[in-house]
């Protein structure tokens, strides 16, 4: 059982108040390191759901001015601050992502509430410098109303913090649903609200439980007028017909399939050190790392020795223990795919480069593996791992490895790695991707707009474009 003093209750938060399912029925989450059980959380559903929509409609007839809000934003990054030692072991013992990472997490997601905070004039009304048909033409940044924001497991604090920041600064009230294998995060991020920022009832709403009956009861009340979704892109599709009835806006970051390129010319070591982060960040298991990468085949081999040394160097266990650099994955779904792609792989070709060893730990790990020359036909190459597999491919020609990396159904991110800058932006704007790093492995940052193309989803979370996700514009011309 885990014990913090960021968790008063195991049950949701709606109109100012920690309450449990009307049921009494529970979920239990689990340590991935052991699958020892950590709590028993409320397993809430449409009752619950409407009560916390309801509320969220009140809130919304009681408009906050800007500078209110910008007072709320700063105050919960000043939480997170505050609390971040616990919220990070709070996330580390459920999702299983090393402690420093997870407090790293935290860090990252209070970026977006000071980021919002500081820009939030960006949504004062604004006048047109022109006159069409002798009128004053005012623009104004409406709340949408009541917002439904759905967040996955991968990135407990940062996933909510990039949807949460943004419907406060639009004055939005929300209603969150987080996922059912991590919300003991959330629970301490509602702890944070409560007793560090003073949000007024109702402004934000927490239900917990499976996700069928709780996203139907956002989709089917008419004053959820935009619901914000991370997760896979079987569930976004099922997501955008559901929406379809009440014409209901999303904004979905969805599946990805990122190619990782390395030409001929480029620094390997560089190359090497940022894959490392990329790839190995949340034990593989985020959107944004590299799925395939395409080395030159020139420097394959090299890059493969220079890859694997890093690799061998990566040390696989308890993210609460000291020195651990890779943790579990999720659960045993998880590494069930992993073993899949990587045993898909070597029966069509694939050469093992180097696979670490994981077989003393009990919970859900899988360890560290490089191979070299994947073919197209393998699993790996179309499908998301989401696990700590690194699938090399070699090719010999720019406009080839530029087909190869667009070929898929995905474009949330890429990466180039080139010492001609020309050339690696000439091949960027080639590449379909929502996210393209040049000669970095950085994935996305408060600062600066994200989202995919294609199947990867649609909308931007972060920067000034994020901003706007939950308002409506209102055209205003005087005469």
Request: with cysteine; net charge negative; charged share 20%.
């Amino acid at each position: 059982m885990i014990d913090s003093p960021l968790l008063p209750s195991l049950g949701g938060y709606i109109n100012g108040e920690w309450i449990m399912a009307d049921s009494g029925a529970t979920l239990a989450v689990t340590n991935p390191v052991d699958n020892g059980h950590l709590a028993a959380v409320a397993a809430m559903g449409v009752a619950e759901t409407e009560r916390a929509i309801a509320a969220s409609e009140a809130a919304f007839d009681r408009p906050a001015s800007l500078e209110q809000r910008r007072l709320w934003l700063n105050a919960i990054a000043d939480g997170l601050e505050k609390h971040r030692e616990e919220i990070g072991r709070i996330l580390c013992l459920e999702h299983g992502k090393p402690l420093a990472e997870a407090q790293g997490e935290v860090d990252y997601a209070a970026g977006f509430f000071r980021y919002s905070a500081r820009h939030l004039d960006a949504l004062e009304p604004r006048t047109l410098d022109e006159r069409p048909r002798d009128c004053t033409w005012h623009v104004h940044y409406r709340p949408a109303r009541v917002v439904g924001l759905i967040t996955p497991w991968n990135f407990p604090i940062g996933m909510i913090a990039k949807k949460l920041s943004a419907a406060i600064a639009a004055d939005c009230p929300s209603v969150i649903k987080p996922s059912s294998k991590t919300p003991l995060t959330m629970i301490a991020l509602f702890a944070v609200l409560e007793r560090e920022v003073g949000l007024p009832a109702g402004k934000a709403n927490l239900v917990l439980g499976s996700a069928g009956p709780i996203t139907q009861a956002l989709f089917d009340a008419p004053s959820v007028r935009v619901i914000s979704f991370t997760g896979s892109t079987e569930v976004g599709r099922e997501l955008i017909r559901q929406a379809a009835p009440g014409v209901k806006r999303l904004t979905l970051e969805l599946g990805g399939n990122a190619p990782y390129i390395i030409f001929d010319d480029a620094d390997l070591d560089k190359a090497a050190d940022q894959l490392i982060g990329n790839k190995f960040r949340g034990g593989g298991q985020t959107c944004v790392c590299a799925n395939r990468i395409f080395v030159h085949a020139k420097v394959a081999e090299s890059f493969a020795e220079k890859l694997a040394e890093r690799v061998r160097s990566i040390t696989v266990g308890d993210g609460m223990e000291p020195g651990v650099s890779l943790g579990p994955l999720i659960d045993a779904n998880a590494v069930a795919k992993v073993k899949r792609h990587v045993e898909d792989a070597v029966a069509k070709g694939a050469q093992t480069v180097y696979q670490g060893d994981a077989s003393g730990l009990s919970g859900s790990f899988y360890p560290p593996t490089v191979l070299l020359d994947v073919p197209p036909e393998a699993a790996c190459y179309s499908e998301e791992t989401f696990g700590p597999l690194v699938p090399m491919i070699t090719f010999a020609d720019e406009a080839d490895v530029v087909r190869m990396a667009n070929d898929t159904d995905f474009g949330l991110a890429c990466y180039v790695f080139t010492a001609n800058e020309a050339r690696g932006l000439s091949v960027i704007e080639r590449l379909r991707f929502g996210h393209a790093g040049l000669n970095t492995g950085s994935g996305p940052t408060p600062e600066a707009p994200f989202g995919g193309m294609k199947q990867s989803g649609y909308g931007r979370e972060g920067g000034l474009e994020g901003l706007f996700e939950f308002t409506e514009a209102q055209t205003v011309p005087v005469g």
